[in-house]
């Protein structure tokens, strides 16, 4: 199983970028996907996750700002990251289960993306 993420970068408070992750090697239709992410210094978090269904859910600190979608054909999930912040700045990692349960939590993930680093300017 390899998840490929994409579309990090450097950014100004109060723009936008998308990320993506390419998956390969899993059903990805079956596959519960998640965002999470790592700022210096600190633990990894939940960011958002989508389910097979596509019932999604975000974390407060992202929620209103943040949108996770799925595209099966494409075997690709992404996330649309708008009104950036500084404190958002961190190493975004996406991730695949096929549990359904604690879909919040890392521990539940069994594949996990590399990473592509998210900076954004004050």
């Known amino acids: 199983v390899q998840l490929q993420a994409s579309g990090g970068g450097l950014v100004q408070a109060g723009g936008s970028l998308r990320l993506s992750c390419a998956a390969s090697g899993l059903t990805f239709s079956s596959a519960n996907m998640a965002w999470f992410r790592q700022a210096p210094g600190k633990e990894r978090e939940f960011v958002a996750t989508i389910r097979i269904s596509g019932t999604s859910y975000y974390a407060d600190s992202v929620k209103g700002r943040f949108t996770i979608s799925r595209d099966n054909a494409k075997n690709t999930v992404y996330l649309q990251m708008n009104s950036l912040k500084p404190e958002d700045t961190a190493v975004y990692y996406c991730?695949?289960?096929?549990?359904?349960?604690?879909?919040?939590?890392?521990?539940?993930?069994?594949?996990w993306g590399q990473g592509t680093l998210v900076t954004v300017s004050s």
């Open positions: 991730a695949a289960t096929g549990l359904t349960y604690r879909l919040t939590t890392e521990s539940t993930y069994n594949y």
